[in-house]
């Protein structure tokens, strides 16, 4: 068999793998999804076999990190079938981590069962802990539930990352609050600028933005933040909050380009590979899987194919008033 690592054409070696299992989620956060989104009919999913066989091929090139997101992956039907499959790659060797992005509605229900499987580490995303303003920006979620989510986490040995959407006029007089919380409870933070993508109903784009440069600026003046070299293998850039010992990181796709170290690529529930996230470029691997049952030889090719194709970088931008590079998916489909 071809083991040759997946190499782009700007010499970087492609080891992370975000895999969307459904386009379906729980809540409707008003950056994320319209109110009444239109999901995908179930046969154009991959189903969790397909997704095993997916990913096995992708680890066979080389991919050694797996992060499983949606939509919401925990409300996909029989999901830990698919990470109780994936943990043989862990015991292997072949995988070094599989970690899962969610909102938390579920955790309470899958923190012992995903930490059986192998998961160490989660992301969960949460941008307030008012409970009004979480109920207005999930638009379906209910914050005592995430909450509940997050300590059964932490109690089945998860570590946990608070994952948090700047919006401006939103979540900016909870800086110091939200910092504190997840210092109280060992938790690092990671801000993120909100981004160009899908129809929201209606919903400004410009009015959302809130820059991470000033809200980084607003963090120095009360602590001391060090910059840090650490990368994991994502676009965030770290700082260390000195007074708690924290861990914080930035991840600005509109005012830093973190490009030239990506390594990563993102597979939609559908089996589209999407080679950046910023741009529209994809290809079809549902196609070569369905179409070859007995044999990983046309879906391999189809995958470097694919990665030979793979961009220097995105062209978001807002510095002009306008979303300039957006894209028109729904962050839901393409895997947050």
């Given at each position: ?95 070094s981590e599989l970690t899962v992005t969610t909102n938390g509605s579920q955790l309470a229900r ?62 900016e007089d909870e800086l110091f609050t939200l910092t504190e919380w997840c210092a109280s409870r ?23 933005y809130w820059s991470l440069k000033e809200l980084k600026s607003e963090l120095a003046q009360r ?114």
């Amino acid at each position: 068999m071809e083991t040759a690592p997946l190499i782009d054409p700007f010499a970087r070696a492609i080891s992370y793998l975000r895999v969307s299992v459904t386009d379906r989620c729980d809540f409707r956060c008003v950056y994320c999804m319209a109110e009444n989104m239109t999901f995908l009919p179930k046969k154009e999913l991959l189903t969790l076999e397909e997704l095993d066989r997916m990913c096995s091929t992708f680890i066979d090139l080389g991919v050694k990190k797996l992060r499983i997101t949606g939509g919401e992956p925990l409300v996909r039907r029989d999901i830990m079938t698919f990470f109780r499959a994936m943990s043989r790659h862990l015991e292997s060797g072949a995988l070094s981590e599989l970690t899962v992005t969610t909102n938390g509605s579920q955790l309470a229900r899958f923190a012992n069962d995903l930490y059986a499987a192998g998961v160490r580490r989660i992301n969960v995303s949460l941008d307030t802990l008012d409970e009004a303003k979480f109920a207005r920006v999930t638009r379906w979620g209910r914050l005592p539930q995430v909450l509940r989510g997050i300590d059964a986490a932490q109690a089945a040995g998860l570590r946990v990352k608070i994952n948090t959407v700047a919006l401006k006029d939103f979540n900016e007089d909870e800086l110091f609050t939200l910092t504190e919380w997840c210092a109280s409870r060992e938790m690092d933070l990671t801000f993120i600028e909100v981004m160009p993508m899908g129809d929201l109903g209606g919903e400004d784009r410009i009015g959302q933005y809130w820059s991470l440069k000033e809200l980084k600026s607003e963090l120095a003046q009360r602590y001391t933040l060090s910059e840090l070299a650490h990368r994991t293998g994502g676009p965030a850039r770290y700082s260390r909050i000195e007074e708690t010992g924290q861990q914080i990181g930035f991840i600005t796709p509109l005012t830093h380009n973190f490009c030239e170290s990506c390594n990563r690529v993102r597979l939609t529930c559908t089996g589209e590979l999407f080679m950046c996230l910023g741009q529209e470029d994809n290809a079809d691997l549902r196609g070569p899987l369905r179409a070859h049952p007995d044999t990983n030889a046309p879906l391999q090719d189809a995958i470097r194919a694919a990665i030979a194709r793979k961009p220097k970088g995105h062209d978001f931008d807002y510095s002009r008033q306008q979303a300039d590079g957006q894209v028109s998916r729904h962050m839901s489909h393409t895997g947050g």
